[in-house]
């Protein structure tokens, strides 16, 4: 039947038929074990499924094996090219009837995964899409399909089978479902029954009938249904989990997975059926991993809450919860009407009713819920009377958890009962009771009361407690949303990109070269710094220019041949954009790479451009580079930016910030703009605040004009008025003042040197431009100023007339909508953003061209497919003519908490990582700037030819050794601390004390030296010991200026794109190597550091790790044991690689311990020599300043008289003749300077015990008087020299373990003794902040905190 029904099919099998007659007996054989593979398996399949027996005991392999079978089905099944002919395999034998009729799929316990991947296999074996042709279907080709099927079985009825007379007359909706065709069909015996069967060619016919009837009755019925719309389930389908599901070890795994067995999950494969199915592929997994981390939140809410049975045996909570609070009340209040159409309610509404008689802080957060928040009901029922409950035993097994269901905030009510709109101001309660109404999933509703009805308790009258969770967890219900959206609608992919995206076809069909509305000409604009530059770039290429040596000067526009590495290179002269300073474009200043320049020229072309960035490559200059050069190649197309993460999007819009765009077309969506450090404000509002009031500017120029030109009337009135004066005034003079100079060119015969200038018309306006305008040298030259100075008037205009919707719109939301959708040609936002928006987006109309994501390794498949649809299709098209992606897929990938749906459903892979492993070309960048050339040796064996950029070799700071250190890198070995080395107070919570007080003590060591603590990250691999680093840091140097926080302390995972000079690494785990194993962790953490990285770790057991090999092996050049250079002090002198001339080695933590709290003391020491020295010389200063002060008056105007008496002598002396006048005020300034922001602080050392009992640091406790007003003192001390100078000790009494150290202090200042310290220590405390440019000398209220100042020891 299939083949009578494809030709070309048909043809394709006759040609392979008559192949195999040519073969010899053996080969035939050999074709007939591959040609028979499949089938025999599906028997062998059958076989052991017949095996089992409905009750008693079942062999788990026989499971298994089962269970593995429909695992490879439906990963058959999922893939176009064994799609096309297993799928016809699965159906002539009838697998699915047989699995269904199964005993295993019966028994409730065995064959619950079996159920489960059944129904996939089902799922996959009815999807929509043409096998052969590879096209989707959509419903009505489905229904179409269906149809033909019911007709042909009423056909055969008709024409064989009398006794079905009336099904075969029957209406095709009446005949189509399962309980008709049940009830029409049970009245044949089994004989007529096989005889429809082989009618219809789904049973092989005649013969002996070795089936049963209920086996061809179910054959029958499944071919012959309806099948459920796919979207149909899905639209009914609950967006928020339940208790079904959340607790499924099947569906919902838990956090470990051996991978041993099979799961009920779908995978992200390389290829996919079509959209529809990419789709719902993402739309499972995201779900599902969703629900992994609220079942996560759930179980560590609930065991906070501690429930027990009370006496009355109810249960009651003994606990409290940051994210949960009991209910006190909880009612329906609306259940409205469903729409035409639906069966479920519109709208389902409920009343929350909490007291947060709590924590002022936690009470707060839960009156800070807003609309759309997510919050989860929960019914628990305890299990014990007692409330003691423990994170590492099974959840299920001490709390029950009845009920859970999810539920979207509209907002708190008021007293009267009212919701509180957002925006108002929030009403003052008389308690702390709270009523918050949210909206129920109206699906979940409708399946509940169906429950209900048919004998079910109500679970909207159970439940018992309400969760919240963190906001920027919470926000899976609206990207599901969006993901379901478009499933619902159209969704079309550019035609160059569709196959390739899909996992088909040639993946180079994509590349530029092959497109065929490529750009042959391109200019590279501000790309090239030089010509030398251009050169350098193409060598190899054959390069035509036309002008001369001293003629090719930058911008360069560029035609490449489409065979021959040939280009042509023009040069060209930028017209002159007017004679204002801030008229002269911003350039850029990176040198980019040969490699470089291709990513840049591959973007600016259409097409799909994929380019991968090992660290610290330039990812980010590329990425701004190319969005510069589209945006002046093309200016009226408008480009999205995606990131990851908001700090990547700060990073690249503050470069773009710095390039030759006009900041009215930049707009960046979402949050997180604070940490773009400008005080510009690049949002939506900020934006049209700025169009606003820069609005305003013009217009006053324009009056500025009109008055220059002498013309009445009120012009600056609006947009629109400025315009009539621009088109008949400023444009009938500019066409005046070139018919004079044709006019006086033509009399002279040439026109002369100052023509321009005797009839330019705006020389009055031009007045305040840096002078003289016209030079009148040559006529050439000022005509190009005249049409610069025209150009700049009529850019005026030109952004006036851009603005004049902004006036016609009054509301500020208008004006956002129209700047995002019109006005802005670079929009930037995160991946996370647009999935959440993406609805409003389309609504709007929003259009872009072009579309560039960083990070692009690092965001989920779904999350870089979202952004690609943020707009409707054109005519049936996609207007995307661009797509660039850049990352580095050897990082991390995107981070997926469960192991199952990381490593089973390949959730973890990217768009940019499957295009990758499809074949698709990419650009790797091969040079990088960002660590030493020691350093860059742990990372770049991962790439295949990463070498270094010229001032990483040559630079200063690179060839200068890392003070205090004899070495660059080094892998220092920790043992255990008191027989423990690594240890987990909660589960994957690791920790490793022995290494978190080795790197903080090394750290304080840097410290000591003088290193910057901006310039020094703590990082680690775990969350755990990431805390555990904190909270010793906060003990150990919170309290104390001279150490103060180091720039961040946070894991591996999330300092990816962040570096710093020097690193310090913790690697925690001591008995197994843990997920540093990923070769791509190991990559990150080796990168991070530009001048200095120290992993401590213990050796043994990463070193024997194969996969961490190449990285170790080079750590492993040094010793293990830490070796340090004391005497120097940052910076030093000494050249990188060159030894120290002495040094100190380091065995173990508490040898480093004891050495820095000893280190520190003689650092104190050499402060109070250094003290005395500095009050020696301030006496000295204070006694000749007195001298200089107590001189007679009269000698001072004897001087002055004859100062003035040699200036009036000099006749020709002239204000704009540089005088030598000496400033004494500048010694002053930088004394002030020394004293700019000073801290006092009281360092009190407690007694020292047994030096055997000794503990991972001395005792030391710090007491700071915070006279700044700022935790963090990195600048303060960030030079020891420096500090040395600025530090003033006034007494140290080591008899009492008592110092006190002033920092900051100037050489004018003086500190007052201990005992008059003391008796103001009250009023000292209390000091109010000073501001940062006060000097302490000029600050009179603050000298009792630092002792009399200069002026009072001098009277």
């Avoid at 006496?311 to 919860?321: E, K, L, N």
């Avoid at 390039?659 to 009215?664: G, H, K």
């Avoid at 217009?699 to 008025?721: A, I, N, P």
């Avoid at 459903?905 to 940019?912: R, T, V, Y």
Wanted: hydrophobic fraction near 35%.
């Amino acid at each position: 039947d299939l083949l009578k029904h494809n030709p070309r099919l048909n043809k394709r099998w006759g040609n392979l038929e008559k192949k195999e007659k040519k073969l010899g007996a053996r080969d035939r054989n050999l074709r007939e074990n591959d040609y028979h593979f499949l089938h025999k398996m599906i028997h062998k399949y059958l076989a052991v499924l017949e095996e089992i027996p409905a009750e008693g005991f079942v062999t788990m392999e026989e499971v298994h094996f089962c269970e593995r079978f429909l695992e490879l089905c439906v990963d058959l099944q999922a893939q176009l090219p064994t799609r096309r002919f297993f799928n016809t395999l699965l159906l002539d034998s009838q697998l699915l009837v047989y699995s269904t009729q199964s005993n295993l799929y019966q028994r409730e316990q065995e064959g619950h995964l079996f159920f489960q991947l059944l129904n996939m296999v089902r799922f996959y074996t009815k999807f929509e899409i043409d096998d052969l042709e590879g096209t989707a279907l959509d419903e009505t080709d489905m229904l179409t399909a269906h149809y033909d099927q019911v007709l042909n079985l009423q056909k055969q009825c008709f024409a064989h089978f009398p006794e079905l007379e009336e099904l075969a007359l029957a209406n095709i909706s009446q005949v189509d479902n399962r309980d008709s065709l049940m009830t029409y069909l049970k009245c044949l015996n089994n004989k007529r029954l096989h005889d429809l069967a082989a009618h219809l060619h789904l049973l092989e016919p005649h013969g002996e009938v070795k089936y049963k009837s209920s086996f061809i009755l179910e054959v029958l019925v499944s071919h012959h249904e309806k099948r459920i719309s796919q979207m149909d389930e899905i639209n009914s389908m609950p967006l928020y989990p339940t208790e079904e599901v959340l607790w499924d070890e099947n569906i919902v795994p838990n956090e470990y997975f051996s991978g041993e067995g099979c799961l009920a999950l779908p995978k992200l494969n390389l290829q996919f059926l079509t959209l529809h199915d990419y789709l719902l592929r993402n739309f499972n997994l995201f779900r599902l991993e969703t629900m992994y981390e609220i079942r996560q939140d759930v179980e560590d809410a609930v065991l906070r809450l501690s429930p027990f049975i009370a006496s009355d045996q109810s249960t009651q909570f003994s606990g409290w919860a940051r994210m949960a609070l009991p209910i006190a009340k909880f009612a329906i209040v609306e259940v409205a009407k469903p729409h035409v159409g639906e069966s479920h309610p519109s709208r389902v509404r409920a009343d929350v009713t909490i007291n947060i008689d709590i924590r002022n802080k936690i009470s707060t957060e839960w009156d800070s819920l807003r609309k759309h928040d997510v919050c989860f009901l929960l019914t628990i029922d305890a299990l014990s009377t007692s409330p003691r409950y423990s994170p590492k035993k099974p959840f299920l097994e001490q709390v029950r958890l009845r009920n859970i269901r999810g539920c979207e905030v509209e907002g708190y009510l008021d007293e009267d009962g009212r919701v509180v709109m957002e925006g108002f101001e929030k009403p003052k309660y008389k308690n702390k009771m709270r009523t918050v109404r949210v909206y129920l999933d109206v699906n979940q509703y409708q399946a509940d009361m169906e429950k209900t009805i048919k004998g079910g308790y109500d679970v909207y009258e159970t439940f018992s407690v309400i969760m919240r969770r963190k906001p920027k967890e919470n926000n899976f219900k609206a990207v599901l949303e969006t993901i379901r959206d478009m499933m619902n609608t159209e969704c079309v992919v550019p035609s160059w990109l569709h196959d390739i995206f899909l996992g088909y076809g040639d993946p180079s069909n994509a590349h530029y070269s092959n497109m065929p509305d490529n750009t042959k000409t391109i200019d590279f604009n501000d790309t090239f710094l030089n010509s030398d530059h251009l050169m350098e770039t193409f060598i190899g290429y054959e390069i035509k220019c036309d002008v001369g040596p001293e003629k090719q000067v930058k911008p360069f526009k560029i035609t490449f041949s489409d065979k021959a590495a040939n280009i042509e290179v023009v040069p060209y002269t930028r017209l002159n954009p007017g004679p204002y300073p801030y008229n002269k474009p911003k350039e850029n200043v990176v040198k980019f790479t040969p490699t470089q320049v291709e990513a840049i020229k591959a973007g600016c072309n259409p097409g799909l451009t994929m380019v991968v960035g090992p660290p610290g490559t330039g990812k980010t200059d590329v990425a701004v580079q190319i969005i510069n050069n589209i945006y002046h190649n093309f200016p009226h197309q408008r480009t999205l930016i995606v990131t990851h993460s908001n700090q990547a999007l700060n990073q690249l819009f503050q470069k773009i910030m710095g390039l030759d765009i006009d900041e009215r077309h930049l707009l960046r969506l979402g949050h997180g703009e604070e940490g773009l450090g400008t005080d510009k404000d690049f949002s939506k509002y900020g934006r049209v605040n700025y169009i606003l009031a820069h609005r305003l500017e013009l217009l006053e120029e324009v009056g500025r004009l009109q008055q220059s030109l002498g013309v009445s009337g009120e012009v600056t009135y609006t947009c629109e008025t400025a315009g009539y004066f621009n088109l008949y005034q400023i444009k009938s003079r500019w066409e005046e003042f070139k018919r004079q100079l044709k006019k006086q060119g033509g009399a002279e015969g040439g026109n002369g040197p100052g023509d321009v200038k005797e009839y330019f018309p705006f020389h009055v306006y031009f007045s305040n431009a840096p002078q003289p305008v016209f030079k009148g040298e040559s006529f050439e030259e000022d005509l190009d100023v005249a049409e610069g100075c025209y150009r700049h008037i009529q850019r005026i205009f030109g952004e006036l007339e851009e603005f004049r919707a902004f006036e016609l719109m009054r509301s500020g939301l208008d004006r956002a909508n129209y700047l995002l959708v019109k006005e802005a040609k670079i929009i930037a936002m995160t991946c996370t953003h647009a999935a959440l928006t993406r609805r409003n987006l389309v609504k709007l109309g929003f259009r872009y061209d072009n579309i560039l994501m960083e990070e692009a390794a690092q965001i989920l498949e779904i999350e870089t497919f979202i952004p690609l649809l943020l707009q409707e299709p054109e005519d049936g098209h996609n207007r995307l003519k661009r797509v660039v992606l850049i990352g580095d897929h050897h990082q991390l990938p995107p981070v997926i908490k469960n192991m199952a749906f990381q490593k089973y459903s390949n959730m973890e892979q990217s768009l940019f990582t499957r295009f990758i492993r499809l074949g698709v070309p990419a650009i790797e960048l091969d040079k990088q700037g960002r660590s030493r050339e020691s350093l860059a040796n742990l990372y770049n064996w991962r790439y295949k030819k990463l070498g270094n950029l010229p001032h990483v070799l040559e630079s200063p700071e690179y060839l200068t050794a890392n003070p205090g250190f004899t070495f660059d890198f080094q892998l220092i070995n920790v043992e255990d601390f008191n027989g423990v080395g690594e240890s987990e107070p909660n589960p994957y919570f690791y920790q490793n004390l022995s290494e978190a007080e080795y790197v903080v003590a090394v750290y304080m060591y840097m410290r000591l030296l003088g290193y910057p603590g901006e310039k020094i990250t703590i990082l680690t691999t775990y969350n755990g010991q990431k805390h555990l680093i904190r909270d010793v840091v906060k003990q150990r140097c919170g309290d104390n200026p001279v150490f103060g926080f180091p720039n961040t302390i946070t894991t591996v995972d999330r300092y990816q794109g962040s570096q710093n000079d020097y690193i310090l690494l913790s690697l925690v785990r001591t008995k197994a190597v843990g997920h540093l194993r990923d070769v791509r962790r190991l990559i990150v953490a080796m990168s991070r550091a530009r001048l200095g990285l120290y992993v401590f770790a213990r050796v043994g057991v990463f070193a024997n790790c194969y996969e961490l090999t190449p990285a170790f092996n080079q750590l492993l050049l040094h010793p293990t044991d830490l070796h340090l250079c004391p005497d120097e002090l940052f910076p030093t002198n000494r050249k990188a690689g060159d030894l120290p001339p002495k040094g100190r080695i380091i065995k173990n933590m508490p040898e480093m311990s004891k050495f820095v709290y000893d280190f520190y003391y003689d650092v104190i020491e050499r402060l109070m020599k250094e003290q005395e020295r500095d009050e020696a010389r301030l006496k000295a200063e204070q006694k000749q300043q007195k001298k200089e002060i107590e001189k007679p008056a009269e000698e001072d105007a004897e001087v002055a008289e004859k100062n003035m008496k040699e200036m009036l002598s000099q006749p020709f002396l002239s204000f704009d003749q540089p005088t030598d006048i000496h400033d004494d005020s500048e010694s002053d300034e930088e004394d002030d300077q020394g004293a700019e922001s000073g801290r006092a602080i009281k360092i009190i050392a407690l007694p020292q015990g047994d030096p055997q009992e000794f503990e991972p640091f001395p005792h030391v406790k710090y007491e700071e008087e915070n006279l700044e007003g700022s935790k963090k003192q990195d600048e303060e001390t960030s030079d020891l020299q420096s500090s040395v100078s600025d530090m003033t000790i006034s007494k140290v009494e080591k008899e009492k373990g008592v110092m006190e150290v002033v920092e900051g202090a100037s050489d004018s200042q003086v500190i007052k003794d201990t005992d008059s310290k003391n008796t103001k220590d009250t009023d000292s405390k209390n000091t109010k902040d000073t501001d940062s440019q006060d000097s302490i000398d000029s600050n009179k209220d603050e000298d009792d905190n630092f002792g009399p100042s200069l002026d009072e020891l001098m009277s």
